[in-house]
């Protein structure tokens, strides 16, 4: 895993994801909002389609954040080599400091059981006066 101009890179079987947090709005009520960004390209020599996400968030409360869902937002994307597929979302936060971590859920053409690629682990951190950004 390395960090490149604000991405995390993980890459599992040709499957590579990148990963970059933004904080939206530092305070919103009582919540930090983060966004994340995910790129998720395959290359591989085979048609491969994303089925679902474990993703995790934690807190430095302890506090636990969980997608554990099919699709991406009503999507089952079908990436061929060389394709990839982008992917945004937000995501409310008790706290200031939190890790995020997991992994998409991929089936192999040809293959009936899905296997798990892990998106890299990164660190959700508001500096103090730390001015919001927006996705991209």
Known sequence: MAETQDFWVQESDGIVVSARPVLVDEKRGD?????????IENNTDSKIRLIGKDWRITDEAGNNYVDDSAGFKGELPELEPGEYFEFTSEAPLESANAVFYGSCKVLREGQNEPHE?????????AAKNARPRTIN
């Not at 919540?31 to 790129?39: D, N, S």
């Not at 690629?117 to 951190?125: D, H, Y």
């Open 31 to 39: 919540r930090f909002w983060w966004g994340y960004y995910l790129c």
């Open 117 to 125: 690629v892990r998106i890299p682990t990164f660190n959700l951190s």
